[in-house]
T-cell receptor, first 115, second 113 residues
Framework: KQEVTQIPAALSVPEGENLVLNCSFT??????LQWFRQDPGKGLTSLLL?????REQTSGRLNASLDKSSGRSTLYIAASQPGDSATYLC??????????????FGKGTHLIIQP | DVKVTQSSRYLVKRTGEKVFLECVQD?????MFWYRQDPGLGLRLIYF???????EKGDIPEGYSVSREKKERFSLILESASTNQTSMYLC????????????FGQGTRLTVV
């Protein structure tokens, strides 16, 4: 069964720093990988979707990479701001189920950006 | 803008009550999902649906049922609410196909007392 792990579980950095969040998955048979952010008590907001055939996707200060063969993805946040403080989750769509199945999630990285 | 709307942000129900959580999406998506999120356990899939009147069990379906009578609406039903169903419930939808983005609602915080 697919397992998704995110390291670290929590991270606190000063404002302005560049940082990397890590996501690993046990089964490389995935259609795509999606990164989300979640603010306290709220739903999930989609940040980036990487197709299995892609190596990376960029949106503003965010860059996500995917190495499917090694089962890893990273989310790079440039020039961090206090508004980036949130929990970041990664999720994969497995081959099984033809894509109709739900995403399999990691437990997230709780990020705090210190002003 | 894509929109997934859950009917309530907060609910408080008594043990044994029948509880309905409603989710509506306006994107004509085929696939809809219900998750629950608990500290230390992350998001776990309860049920999903890939078409009207179709449903599939996820990882933790016990104590829940679902209904999808119309494409845009997916309901989660707690037949007899119990305290261990106190949780954050999240609805999501995706277009059909394998490389499509999932969108989530704002979540319903359910407390069963």
């Amino acid at each position: 069964k697919q397992e998704v792990t995110q390291i670290p579980a929590a991270l606190s950095v000063p404002e302005g720093e560049n940082l990397v969040l890590n996501c690993s998955f046990t089964d490389s048979a995935i259609y795509n990988l999606q990164w989300f952010r979640q603010d306290p008590g709220k739903g999930l907001t989609s940040l980036l979707l990487i197709q299995s055939s892609q190596r990376e996707q960029t949106s503003g200060r965010l860059n996500a990479s995917l190495d499917k063969s090694s089962g890893r993805s990273t989310l790079y946040i440039a020039a961090s701001q206090p508004g980036d403080s949130a929990t970041y989750l990664c999720a994969v769509i497995p081959y099984s189920g033809g894509g109709a199945d739900g995403l399999t999630f990691g437990k997230g990285t709780h990020l705090i950006i210190q002003p | 803008d894509v929109k997934v709307t859950q009917s309530s942000r907060y609910l408080v129900k008594r043990t044994g009550e029948k509880v309905f959580l409603e989710c509506v999406q306006d994107m004509d998506h085929e696939n809809m999902f219900w998750y629950r999120q608990d500290p230390g356990l992350g998001l776990r899939l309860i049920y999903f649906s890939y078409d009207v009147k179709m449903k599939e069990k996820g990882d933790i379906p016990e104590g829940y049922s679902v209904s999808r009578e119309k494409k845009e609406r997916f309901s989660l039903i707690l037949e007899s609410a119990s305290t261990n169903q106190t949780s954050m419930y999240l609805c999501a939808s995706r277009l059909g196909g394998v490389v499509t983005e999932a969108f989530f609602g704002q979540g319903t915080r359910l407390t069963v007392v």
